[in-house]
C-alpha cells in the first residue's frame, strides 16, 4: 500500500488488522466523517445530511462549498449536495407540497446518523476497507412543527451515502409510513467543484427534452445531439433521452472529470447561477461560479406516489477521473 504523510496515524497504530476506515463525529455531534485507508475521504452535516466535503486519494476537494455557506443548521447550506425532498423548487400547484419551502425540508432537517459499514476490498493485498457506507434517517418525528404542518404525512427516509475508492454512491429509500398515499419528488442537488466553467462540456444530455427556466416563460424543448457548454445562467430540467439510468459526464477541457450514473432518476437538472450569484448572499466568491456546476439527479417532472407501506429507490453514483 503506497504510503501517505497524511495518512491517519490510526491506521499505522494497528498492528495486524487490516487497515479500515476510519469514521468519526464531531462538531458536538453535528458532523460525520469518514477516511479510507487509501485517503479518499468525506464529510457530512447531520443538517440536511448535507455532503460538504468529499476528497479523492490525492485530498483533491470534488464538491463546491461556498465560502459564505452557512455550516451552523440554521440555513440550507449553498454547496456540496443537499438534498431535495418531498418537493423539488416550489409547487404552488400541487394542494400537498404548496405550503412548502423552496426543495422541500430534508436539506434543513437534522437527520440521525444511523451507523456505518464497510466492504473490504478484494484487490489490495491488505484487504483494507475499500468503501465505507454512511446511513442516515428522517422521518416524521424529526420534522419541525412547520414542516409537519406543511405536510402532514407520515414518512420514512433512509438516505445512504458510500465512499469508495472510485467514487461516492448517494442513495434514498422513502417510505409511506402512514395510511394515506402521498406524492414526492426527490434530487440530489451536488455541486460539482471545476476549474473553469467555459471549458466544461456536459454528455448525456443529447437530443433530450428540456425544460429551461432561464426563458420567460419558461419553455421546454429538446436539446441538440452535440454536448452541453456553459455559456450563461443556466437552469434546465432535462429528461435524457438515453432513460433513467443513462450516464452524465461532465468534461472538462476535454479530459473526463465526473461520469453521473443513476438508478431510477429520470431527471438530470444542470444549473449554473452565472452573474446572479453576485446577488446571492451566500454564494462566495461572486465570481464562483466560474469554479462550480449543478448536475442534479432526481426524479423530478411529475410526482412519485406511494401508497400506505410502500417504498421507492433511487441514487446516483459519481464516478471520478483520477
Ligand atoms: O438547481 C436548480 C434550482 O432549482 C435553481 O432553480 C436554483 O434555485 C437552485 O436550485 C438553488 O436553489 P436554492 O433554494 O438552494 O437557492
Not at 476537494?61 to 456540496?80: F, H, I, M, N, Q
Not at 452541453?228 to 438515453?242: C, F, S, W
Not at 447561477?273 to 426524479?299: H, L, Q, R, T
Request: aromatic share 8%; hydrophobic share 35%.
Amino acid at each position: 500500500m503506497v504510503d501517505r504523510p497524511k495518512k491517519p496515524s490510526a491506521l499505522s497504530a494497528t498492528p495486524g488488522l487490516a487497515p479500515q476506515a476510519q469514521v468519526n463525529i464531531s462538531h458536538s455531534n453535528s458532523r460525520v466523517s469518514a477516511v479510507l485507508p487509501t485517503g479518499e475521504a468525506i464529510e457530512i452535516l447531520l443538517y440536511g445530511a448535507t455532503i460538504i466535503s468529499w476528497k479523492d486519494a490525492t485530498g483533491a476537494e470534488k464538491l463546491w462549498l461556498s465560502e459564505k455557506a452557512v455550516l451552523d443548521g440554521t440555513k440550507a447550506v449553498r454547496g456540496g449536495i443537499p438534498l431535495v425532498f418531498p418537493v423539488f423548487g416550489t409547487a404552488p400547484d400541487h394542494a400537498a407540497t404548496s405550503a412548502l419551502p423552496q426543495h422541500g425540508f430534508a436539506r434543513t432537517s437534522r437527520w440521525e446518523f444511523l451507523g456505518k459499514s464497510t466492504s473490504e476490498s478484494s484487490g489490495s493485498k491488505d484487504g483494507g476497507d475499500s468503501s465505507v457506507k454512511l446511513d442516515f434517517g428522517l422521518s416524521s418525528s424529526n420534522l419541525s412543527d412547520a414542516s409537519k404542518k406543511a405536510w402532514p404525512y407520515q414518512f420514512g427516509l433512509i438516505y445512504s451515502v458510500t465512499l469508495g475508492k472510485d467514487g461516492l454512491t448517494t442513495s434514498m429509500v422513502v417510505r409511506n409510513e402512514g395510511e394515506a398515499a402521498w406524492e414526492f419528488q426527490v434530487l440530489m442537488h451536488s455541486y460539482l467543484k471545476i476549474d473553469d466553467i467555459s471549458a466544461i462540456s456536459i454528455t448525456g444530455l443529447e437530443s433530450s427534452s428540456y425544460t429551461d427556466k432561464v426563458t420567460d416563460p419558461i419553455s421546454t424543448t429538446t436539446s441538440p445531439s452535440g454536448p452541453l457548454t456553459i455559456t450563461g445562467k443556466t437552469d434546465r430540467v432535462y429528461t435524457p433521452a438515453g432513460g433513467a439510468n443513462a450516464p452524465v459526464t461532465v468534461s472538462e477541457g476535454g479530459k473526463k472529470k465526473f461520469t453521473i450514473g443513476r438508478d431510477n432518476l429520470n431527471e438530470v437538472v444542470v444549473w449554473n447561477p452565472w452573474v446572479d450569484a453576485k446577488s446571492m448572499a451566500d454564494f462566495a466568491p461572486a465570481e464562483g461560479y466560474k469554479n462550480m456546476i449543478c448536475v442534479e439527479a432526481g426524479a423530478v417532472k411529475g410526482w412519485q406516489k406511494l401508497e400506505a407501506g410502500e417504498t421507492w429507490e433511487g441514487g446516483q453514483v459519481i464516478s471520478t477521473a483520477n
